[in-house]
């Protein structure tokens, strides 16, 4: 093959994947809606575990009540024992802060609450292309 075929080649070569780039940044969608909401509970600095005691057994069956209600979908420990991890089936944020208020720990004040809306990861969509346009 000459130089100049070659030269073709690696034109075409970069048209065609600077073309097809362009349509995978048109096509990734902007962030979806929310689906879950993620919190992540701590306990205040300064409070006790002594003080938290007296509190557990309400907040457990309240835990659990708002699991098997479906509100709360996962639960964990964090790893590093400081604290808890709650994926909540809310579409926005202060959905969830109006369900993890009705916990005892909250009420008492004795907790920090961070939360976070999660969604689909929306950059999959760019991976199957356009919607197939029906007959």
């Known amino acids: 093959m000459n130089n100049s075929w ?7 070569l ?18 979806g809606k929310t689906t879950e909401v993620m919190v992540v509970m701590t306990i205040k600095p300064g409070i006790e575990r ?24 996962q639960w964990y420990s964090r790893a590093d024992g400081k604290g808890v991890v709650f994926i909540l089936n809310a579409t926005s944020a202060a959905e969830a ?20 809306e999660l969604a689909p990861l929306a950059p999959l969509a760019a991976l199957i292309g356009p919607p197939a346009l029906k007959p």
């Not at 070659?6 to 075409?12: D, E």
């Not at 048209?15 to 969608?29: D, K, N, Y």
């Not at 907040?59 to 479906?70: A, H, Q």
């Not at 005892?104 to 920090?112: E, G, I, Q, S």
């Open 6 to 12: 070659k030269t073709l080649g690696s034109i075409l």
């Open 14 to 31: 970069l048209i065609t994947a600077s073309e097809f780039a362009g349509r995978l940044e048109a096509q990734v969608p902007m962030p």
């Open 50 to 73: 002594a003080q938290l005691s007296k509190f557990m057994p309400d907040e457990v069956r309240s835990t659990v009540r708002l699991y098997l209600d479906g509100k709360i979908r």
């Open 97 to 116: 802060q109006a369900t993890m208020e009705t916990l005892p720990l909250a009420k008492a004040n004795v907790v920090n609450e961070d939360y976070v």
